[in-house]
Nanobody, 112 residues
Framework: VQLMESEGGLVQTGCSLRLSCAATGFSFDVMAWYRQAPGKEREMVALITRSGSTNYADSAKGRFTISRDGAKNTVYLQMSSLCPDDTAVYYC?????????WGQGTQVTVSS
């Protein structure tokens, strides 16, 4: 099982960025994005189920959109109106039958 995340990057406040995570090995029940900022706990940003139901952290609602391409077993996180508080390492997460897998993480830095 592998979760291959796209590169994050350095963007300015107000800009947009899209992350992708391609999963191999399983067709997952739930795919999600988490993030961890320096000195803070890892937190869920958004998740999407196999059926397409989504859930967002309050901080992501209205700015981030999670989507999934079932044929490619890939999940996307479209982030807009980014601000410095969004700076973190973003992790792809995938779950199936009680098992949880994590990507290696990708750094997103938003400059003011």
């Amino acid at each position: 099982v592998q979760l291959m995340e796209s590169e994050g990057g350095l963007v300015q406040t107000g800009c947009s960025l899209r992350l992708s995570c391609a999963a191999t090995g399983f067709s997952f029940d739930v795919m999600a994005w988490y993030r961890q900022a320096p000195g803070k706990e890892r937190e869920m940003v958004a998740l999407i189920t196999r059926s397409g139901s989504t859930n967002y952290a309050d901080s992501a609602k209205g700015r981030f959109t999670i989507s999934r391409d079932g044929a490619k077993n890939t999940v996307y996180l479209q982030m807009s109106s980014l601000c410095p508080d969004d700076t973190a390492v973003y992790y792809c997460n995938a779950r199936v039958v009680g098992l949880t897998y994590w990507g290696q993480g990708t750094q997103v830095t938003v400059s003011s």
